[in-house]
């Protein structure tokens, strides 16, 4: 799997109308002349590349390194491709309570298209559980969408904000090559600075440390208090002064009872458990750390915007005409090719090749 991190500032905002409607159009033709010329599956691998994804927010004329580039892309590419009333390709999720509503967005499209859902649900719920619960580097998820073939392909864009910092941190997946979701599932990474303190759980520095947050999640809550009460003896490494707050037995209580009700067998079972967040993987993965002697790792994983201009002028306001001229070169080409005539579209690669 491929998956990649970027840092966006946030900024205040929205797309005009005006330019949402034709960044849909755009996207639209876009995602036409990929399916066209390639699989719904290279659509995804496009869509996992952090670089990319933020090639084509420019493109389609949003700010050039603004946070809402990712949910306002996102939100054109959704209104695109449900637009289309194809199979082949499909989306859910998106921003806030659309971002909750998944599962069901996700449902309703398998009952149109006849596919089984709990697969791409289950992908989409782990991925933001990952990133929410074993990858801690400060950033809480408001952003989430999963695009996805009914064969169970699938690309995930999530994003996180950072209020005190005032940055925004995109998170990429992409299910081909996933052989572990729990351990180094990225293997590409655009961000602008490193944070200081991440508690990384899916490295495989950290593969004992999940190994022992499984084991401790079995055993009854009185013997986890006791365990958490004697850290208040130790003189904790420097590193962990920002997570030892955390630990609260009071506050893990209900959780404790959860997963030693359920008892589960591999970290995966662990993150499913309803109730089960950040904080209670922190403390248990402290535990782990300073008493089983069991590691965790603290390392952070962490041109195309002159196509049409951007949304805050940068670096020209968008041009309407040539915009809409972009659009309409499309669209014949798209409608050339379904006839068998790609003349054009070939003509536009020739381009893309010179310009390479």
């Given at each position: ?5 970027a840092?966006?500032?946030?900024h205040g ?7 949402f ?18 699989s ?7 869509l996992?590349d ?7 927010g ?26 289309l ?12 309570k659309?971002?909750i ?7 309703s499209?398998a ?17 933001a ?7 801690q ?8 969408t999963?695009f ?8 995930v ?5 950072k209020e005190e ?9 992409l299910?081909?090559?996933l ?10 990474i ?19 440390n ?22 208040k003896t130790?003189t ?9 707050s ?9 959780a ?7 008892a ?10 309803r ?11 402290l535990?782990s ?6 590691p ?12 049409h ?7 020209y ?8 001229a972009?659009?309409e070169?499309?669209e ?25």
């Amino acid at each position: 799997m491929r998956r990649g991190i970027a840092n966006l500032p946030l900024h205040g905002g929205r797309a005009p109308r005006w330019l949402f409607q034709r960044m849909v159009k755009l996207s639209r033709a876009i995602v036409e002349v990929m399916l066209c010329e390639f699989s719904p599956e290279e659509f995804l691998y496009r869509l996992s590349d952090p670089h990319w994804f933020q090639a084509l927010g420019n493109v389609l004329g949003f700010d050039w390194h603004s946070s809402g580039l990712t949910t306002t892309t996102t939100g054109a590419l959704k209104e695109a491709i449900l637009s289309l009333n194809t199979p082949r390709i499909l989306v859910a999720g998106g921003k806030g309570k659309s971002a909750i509503s998944t599962p069901e967005q996700i449902e309703s499209l398998a009952e149109r298209y006849g596919f089984n859902p709990y697969p791409i649900i289950k992908s989409s719920r782990l991925s933001a559980k990952v990133d929410t619960a074993l990858l801690q580097d400060g950033y809480s998820l408001y952003h989430h969408t999963i695009f996805f073939t009914p064969g169970g392909k699938w690309a995930v864009v999530q994003q996180g904000m950072k209020e005190e910092t005032s940055y925004a941190r995109r998170y990429h997946w992409l299910s081909d090559m996933l052989k572990d979701f729990f351990e180094e599932p990225h293997t590409a990474i655009s961000a602008q600075k490193k944070e200081e303190l991440v508690l990384d759980l899916t490295s495989h520095n950290s593969y004992k440390n999940r190994a022992v947050i499984v084991e401790l999640s079995r055993e009854k809550p009185e013997k986890i208090e006791k365990k958490i009460a004697s850290l208040k003896t130790l003189t904790l490494p420097r590193r962990h002064k920002l997570l030892s707050s955390d630990i609260n037995p009071g506050n893990l209580r209900k959780a404790m009872i959860l997963t030693y009700e359920r008892a589960p067998a591999n970290i995966e079972e662990v993150l499913e458990i309803r109730g089960v967040g950040a904080k209670f993987i922190r403390a248990l993965s402290l535990v782990s750390d300073i008493i089983f002697g069991a590691p965790v790792s603290f390392e952070d994983p962490a041109v195309y915007s002159y196509a049409h201009g951007g949304k805050d002028g940068t670096p020209y306001p968008v041009d309407r005409n040539v915009y809409d001229a972009t659009i309409e070169v499309l669209e014949r080409a798209i409608k050339k090719a379904k006839i068998g005539e790609r003349e054009k579209l070939k003509a536009l690669k020739k381009i893309s090749e010179v310009f390479k």
